[in-house]
């Protein structure tokens, strides 16, 4: 079997193709969470607050300076307003992600636990036991 061949079974499993759907759902899904934190969520809790714009929230440890050779010397920030955003996009996928799964369990028809297979060993005793009631 040729390279090509080979990879083309590969690629044409169900599983690889459902992983590839999910993988380019998730990333629009991730987008529109995205855009609902920044722009319709996080405004409102900003305001709220005091007219704060989380995306900006952040620690100088260095302001900006200007070198020698008259060139900008960045400042160095922990920007944690992003890391709030960021924060609260993954918990609402994290919690959308429950409730599909959620609802996945619920239609999934629930399967029957298959009755355990007896050991040998009890088997054959059971066979002794009846030997001897006879």
Same mark, same amino acid.
């Given at each position: 079997?040729?390279? &090509?061949?080979?990879?083309?079974?590969? %690629?044409?499993? +169900?599983?690889?193709?459902?992983?590839?759907?999910? @993988? #380019? *759902? =998730?990333?629009?899904?991730?987008?529109?969470?995205?855009?609902?934190?920044?722009?319709?969520?996080?405004?409102?809790?900003?305001?709220?607050?005091?007219?704060?714009?989380?995306?900006? &929230?952040?620690?100088?440890?260095?302001? %900006?300076?200007? +070198?020698?050779?008259?060139?900008?010397?960045?400042? @160095? #920030? *922990? =920007?944690?307003?992003?890391?709030?955003?960021?924060?609260?996009?993954?918990?609402?996928?994290?919690?959308?992600?429950?409730?599909?799964?959620?609802?996945?369990?619920?239609?999934?028809?629930?399967?029957?636990?298959?009755?355990? %297979?007896?050991?040998?060993?009890?088997?054959?005793?059971?066979?002794?036991?009846?030997?001897?009631?006879?």
């Amino acid at each position: 079997m040729g390279m &090509l061949s080979e990879f083309k079974t590969f %690629a044409m499993r +169900g599983n690889v193709v459902d992983l590839a759907v999910g @993988v #380019v *759902i =998730g990333a629009a899904f991730g987008k529109i969470v995205t855009s609902l934190v920044d722009k319709i969520i996080m405004p409102p809790i900003g305001l709220l607050i005091g007219g704060i714009d989380f995306s900006r &929230l952040a620690w100088v440890l260095k302001p %900006a300076t200007i +070198g020698a050779d008259g060139k900008e010397i960045p400042a @160095v #920030v *922990i =920007g944690y307003g992003d890391f709030l955003n960021t924060l609260v996009q993954f918990i609402i996928v994290a919690f959308a992600i429950f409730l599909v799964v959620k609802a996945i369990n619920r239609l999934a028809p629930k399967k029957e636990a298959a009755p355990a %297979a007896t050991p040998e060993d009890v088997l054959l005793l059971r066979e002794i036991r009846d030997s001897l009631k006879r």
